[in-house]
């Protein structure tokens, strides 16, 4: 019996030293699977890692939501762009979004929520339609009832801007600021010059203005604070221009 004190020594640490081994390797497993380290078996176990989705690619070089057809109607020399995405093709409610070219990519700088024509878009607008046409459209002038806010686009301020007063009153201050879409308009002439190049049967008069909460004739409508950091923004020397259409005909290919 005189043995029995160190053998019985021996098999406590043997069992003492398996009791640590099996604390270990929980310990190391704890650790693996908690504030986002590898699960799923996916450490040095030889596990097969969960699978991930492949990341989207987004070409900086063009403007997101816009597919071939209209991204190359861009001006090359435009480094400032107005994306209207519609909702839908019969929808008056849309997005704007002002894009700015820094080198050879875009920058989305700023969006809001917008209107379009009350019936939504088309390829061919026709007067009273009231449907705004798809398509890409330089900006060249500005205008409306109240006095220049800092416009870098020529500005023309007169009260001739003013809405009819038989018009529902929550539309009488849509063009207290205006700036022309550049669709069957002479170019360098105030917003309202009723001039139309190809004929009255295709529209005109055609703005981004003073948004009154619904669908427009066929103008594109934001807040007035929008207007103004737009006025303030579009810079002709950057050759400004607005790509406009419901989303699903602004991704067409051809």
């Known amino acids: 019996m005189r043995n029995g004190g160190p053998r019985r020594a021996r ?5 003492l030293g398996s009791l640590l081994t099996a604390l270990t390797a929980l310990t190391a497993l704890t650790t693996l699977t908690a504030c986002g380290g590898p699960q799923h078996g996916a450490g ?3 596990g097969k890692a969960a699978p991930t989705r492949p990341a989207t ?5 063009r403007i997101p939501g816009v597919g071939d057809r ?14 209207v995405y519609g909702d839908g093709k019969n929808s008056p ?15 989305r700088i700023r969006s809001w929520p917008a209107h379009n024509g009350k019936k939504g878009w088309t390829t061919d607008h026709h007067e009273g339609d009231d449907r705004s046409p798809v398509g890409v459209f330089t900006l060249s002038d500005a205008g409306g009832i109240l006095r220049n806010p800092g416009s870098k686009l020529p500005y023309t301020q ?26 069957n ?3 360098g002439t105030p917003p309202n010059d009723p001039t139309r190049p190809e004929g009255q049967s295709k529209g005109g008069s055609i703005w981004l203005h003073m948004d009154h909460g619904s669908g427009t004739s066929a103008c594109v409508s934001l807040s007035g604070s929008a207007m103004e950091y737009l006025l303030r923004t579009i810079d002709p020397d950057r050759h400004p221009v607005v790509v406009m259409g419901d989303r699903a ?3 067409r290919p051809h």
């Open 57 to 61: 690619t987004v070409d900086p070089t």
């Open 11 to 15: 098999v406590a640490a043997a069992a």
């Open 185 to 187: 308009r002479v170019k």
């Open 70 to 83: 209209w991204q190359r109607r861009i001006p090359a020399e435009s480094r400032q762009v107005v994306a």
């Open 44 to 46: 040095s176990g030889g």
């Open 249 to 251: 005909d602004l991704k």
């Open 93 to 107: 409610d849309s997005t704007v979004a002002l894009y700015t070219k820094r080198g050879s990519a875009w920058d």
């Open 158 to 183: 007169s009260a001739a801007f003013a809405a009819p007063r038989w018009w529902a009153k929550s539309y009488w201050h849509d063009f207290d600021y205006v700036i022309a879409i550049d669709y």
